[in-house]
């Protein structure tokens, strides 16, 4: 399950990356067909990039809430679960030692 939510979130970088070439591609073909300036195809790229990025990082957040409740639905512990169990069973093992260090 977390490699599937793994390779979402790579996915979604790589749509990124490939986000930015098609961007570039349209920006340019944009600026042949509306003889755009310079500065104007630049700052025409830089919003379409602004755009993809927050688009990107809308998709892994949600990526992320989804796949927390995912886990919490299939009633997955978390590390934190985990470590938390870790130091109440090391807690007890503790506490059995020294009980049967007094009573010997």
Known sequence: ML???RRAVLTGVGLGLIAKDKIDEAVQRIREENNLTEEESRRLARELLDQSDEARKNLNALIEKTTKRLLAHMDIPSQKD?????????????SINKD???VS
């Open 100 to 102: 049967r260090n007094s």
């Open 3 to 5: 490699d599937l939510a």
């Open 82 to 94: 985990l470590a938390d169990l870790k130091k109440r069973v090391e807690k007890l093992e503790e």
